[in-house]
């Protein structure tokens, strides 16, 4: 088999690796696989090569624009996956951790374009939170506004999943509208550079939007500014080697850290063997031992479970695992391949030998195990191995030292208040599962517990059948964790989008602020339409255009009317004196339903036109009551506009009613479909 050279791209050309390059071995049978190295790169280049033009070309996208590309390049990458999987049974995987890789990233870039089309603007500048009342008529007024970083993202990958580390910090950084240098553990570095190549060669992105780095960083980070990001995956030591550069720290710049955390798991004490709460905490811990041979920061280190259910848990865990079949990653039975190296197995064995000075080792022999289609020896296989700490109390290493690999340690809790102060223990972490059915013990953890972990996950037989899993990182939430787990976040939706974007507080008038944008805030300039705006197609819309209706009065007939026609006789509307008696009404009032069915009749054009349908109200306020006599007109202004499919948009109109004496009774948003020109 030849040795694949795996190259770097950098400055707009591919650079292959010098002869001072590192040997990359394979997982399998520990032969030389491939070749890298970086040494003859130069990282100013790098940086002024993406500022220059990754930058200004992805900035003049607007996060609609960026949306779409990212969900080509995902659909890019799914018609190119099966090369990946075939390439990444050298880094140990087998089909079913390749697919949580590769299948597991595209999903992830399209999460990002999907919530990029749906939750972002068609803009360049992103609305934070609402407007600020910052005067008493506003006239002057408060914005907190977001705008992409000026700068280039740096993304050091781990090396246990070379797809979805590089597409999970890259799908928020392109949506984001900054450009990335991405450095892949070399250990697999070919397959996150067959992956890059993929991205690269589909046209898609701008020149300059993304690089790659196979090998070392050299003087990159002393290079970074206050308009840089890095965003690390990695090992706790490494991170704080990187994170303590006097560079970083003096010009401030963002550091994203996703340690490695003793992640935990516990039994709650309502699930007692044969619910099925036990069974699903078996087959998670099971899970978590297995896939990727336990090397995933989010794998469970520390099983916990009620003391009187310890020996039920160890003999269901070895059943379980006897039935693990570890073997060669390419063959079809196998389900646990290798470790991604021989000097990994040695680095989980020396941390086993460590753990067992507080434990014991009550399943899997490193010594003694099976290996199919492949040769134990020189290949890098381990098999599970179950620790038991009984004093979990006492014990310091246990809560402190993570032997990456498929190893957990079972230790016994008295209570949840203890099972609570076990889980606090490792001092932060990705995330800790409790199994149980028992809301009031969800929330006691929650309380307890959470100002720990970056995520909770909680399981039982009503959400178990469609439940990701306690190591899926979804991109939908925030992945990250306090402490030890680095203090970081990543994904999260639009969340992590923010990591790359500068957070500005804007004050000025209402017309600054709408500019600003392109979203109407009242008080500022409206435009008289010419016309019905339900007249006019998407295209046509102005942002501030208006319409104000004439009035209506409001008579007793239509309030009891109304309420014999709806059945809401609720006694504000019919009961004189028990209305008047209620402190927020003067007597009988007007129906709030009332005065928007009235409003939309006031301000609805009936005939066909590019009005396709009325999709929801948002923020609905009553400010005034409306009494029997009262007056009421409607102004409709056309707030913000949001493309939705090739036909048609989204139209967000503000909605108010007045009384006669010009006093507001109401305010909403109405959303409708509208076609385009």
Known sequence: MSIIDVHSFAYGDWIAPSSSARSVASAIDGTEFARAGSDQLQYQDMIDYATSNG????RAMTFHDRARMIKALALRLREHRDAL???????????????????????????????????????????????????????????????????????????????????????????????????????TGYVAEAAFKILLESGLLPKGAIQLISGGTGDLLDRLGSQDVVSFTGSATTALSLRSKPNILERAVRFVAEQDSLNASVLGPDATPGTPEFDLFIKESVRELTAKAGQKCTAIRRIMAPKAQVPAVIDALSVALNNIVI?????????????????????????????????????????????????????????????????????????????????????????IEQAIALLNRADGSLV?????????????????????????????RVSMKESTGHGSPLPHMVHGGPGRAGGGEELGGVRGVMHYMQRTAIQGSPDVLTRLGNQWVPGSTTIN????????????????????????????????H?????????YAHMDEEAAAANPFFPGRVAHGYLLLSFAAGMFVEPAPGPVLANTGLNDLTFQKPVVPGDKIRVQLVVRRKTPRTDDYGEVRWHVSLSNQDDELVATYELLTMNQYG
């Open 55 to 58: 930058g200004p070309a992805l």
């Open 85 to 187: 999987y075939e390439l990444s049974y050298n880094t140990g995987a087998t089909l079913s951790d390749s697919q949580i890789d590769i299948d597991g990233g595209i999903g992830t870039l399209l999460v990002f374009a999907s919530k990029g089309r749906r939750e972002m603007p068609d803009e360049t500048i992103y609305l934070d939170g609402d407007v600020e009342m910052l005067s008493r008529n506003g006239t002057f007024l408060g914005q907190h506004v977001c705008t992409s970083l000026q700068g280039v993202a740096v993304h050091i990958n781990a090396y246990n999943f070379p797809v979805w580390g590089m597409l999970e910090k890259l799908g928020p950084c392109l949506l984001a509208g900054v450009p990335a240098i991405i450095k892949p553990a070399t250990s």
């Open 327 to 415: 073997g060669h990653p390419a063959n079809k039975e196998t389900q646990m391949g290798a470790l991604v190296s021989n000097s990994q197995r040695l680095d989980i064995l020396d941390k086993v030998a460590t753990l067992s000075g507080e434990c014991e080792r009550v399943y899997g022999d490193p010594d003694n195990f099976t290996v199919n289609g492949a040769n134990a020896e020189k290949g890098a296989f381990l098999p599970p191995i179950i620790l038991h700490c009984e004093q979990p109390d006492t014990a310091q290493l246990v809560h402190t030292t993570e032997a990456f690999g498929p190893v957990s340690t079972v230790m016994p809790y008295d209570d």
């Open 432 to 460: 800790a599962s409790v199994i149980t059915h028992d809301v009031d013990v969800a929330r006691q953890v929650v309380l307890g517990s959470g100002s720990f972990h970056g995520r909770l996950y909680f399981n039982d």
């Open 529 to 560: 339409s010419d016309i019905h705006p339900f007249k006019k197609n998407y295209n046509a819309l102005q942002i501030g255009e208006s319409i104000q209706t004439d009035f209506r009065t409001i008579t007793l007939e239509d309030i009891e």
């Open 562 to 570: 109304f309420a014999r026609f709806t059945g809401d006789e609720f």
